[in-house]
């Protein structure tokens, strides 16, 4: 598969290492343009591939174009690109916000997949949700479904409107996890554990229960009930949380990421 990415930064790279670790492409298929040398340095130096400052060379031979930019240098690059792509080119978007209307509008393109995924991508482990516009054929869809697929696992929703969701959820997500561990570890050391004995217990909880979850297949309000003694400890600590409105509190935190992914793609509140 012949390859071009548009922005070799941080989600640019977990793509490209990603997609050449699962062999789904080879150094020599792929080219990368970014305005910054020293990545462009960085990347030719560890994956061996060619890397240009041009991003109408990039994409020219390309059968994928990856758009891995942030959102603010989207105009500019669209304005470069307008024109130039071939009806048979797929372009695969993953900036934030980015409307497919947006994109197929300012790149004069229809051959669009736009996916969401999340920063654990960087070490095979992140989640993406995509969409595809009617153009994309079968095949551009299964080009699509194994690049995101080689960082972690994919999910295809056949509406737009959920990529904003799930930009919300498991986009964001990963640092409501971590704002979790921190909170837990704070809590942890206040009660008197060492920061570095909080820190690993903290990790290791969340990290085994997500497995727990994961490999039992139960719902999580099942395993939560299943560590719960009435009048325990962990009831306790479930009451305070309950009063201080947790549940409420990651609800309202959902929707304003929400709200914010549609008010950045240009939708009406
Ligand atoms: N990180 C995440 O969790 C996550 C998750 C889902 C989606 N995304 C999306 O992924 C996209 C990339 O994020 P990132 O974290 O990888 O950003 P990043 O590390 O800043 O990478 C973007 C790269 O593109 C370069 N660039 C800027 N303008 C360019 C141009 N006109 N032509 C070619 N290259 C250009 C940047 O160079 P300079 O640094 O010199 O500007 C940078 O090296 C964003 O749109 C973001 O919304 C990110």
Known sequence: MKIAFIGGGNMGEAMLSATLSKGLSQPQAITVSD???????????????AVTGDNRQASDKAEVVVLAIKPQNLTEVMAGLSGQLKPSQLVLSIIAGARISTLSHGL???????????????????????????????????????????????????????????????????AYFFLFIEALVEAGVSIG???????????????GSGHLMQKSGKPPSELRKMVTSPGGTTAEALLQLERGGFSDLIRQAVRAAYEKARQLGGEPQ
Not at 116 to 136: D, F, H, K, L, R
């Open 108 to 174: 004069s393109h229809n051959c669009i997949v736009r996916a969401m995924p999340n920063t654990p991508a960087q070490i095979g482990e992140g989640i993406s949700v995509w969409t595809t516009t009617a153009e994309v054929t079968k095949r551009q869809q299964g080009w699509a479904g194994s690049i995101l697929g080689a960082m972690g696992r994919e999910i295809y929703v056949d509406d737009e409107k959920y990529l904003d969701m799930a930009t919300a959820v498991s986009g964001s997500g990963p």
């Open 35 to 49: 305005v910054d040398e020293t990545r462009r340095r960085h990347l030719k130096q560890q994956y061996g591939l």
């Open 193 to 207: 554990l060492p920061g570095a004995v909080a820190q690993e217990l903290a990790l290791e909880t969340m990290l």
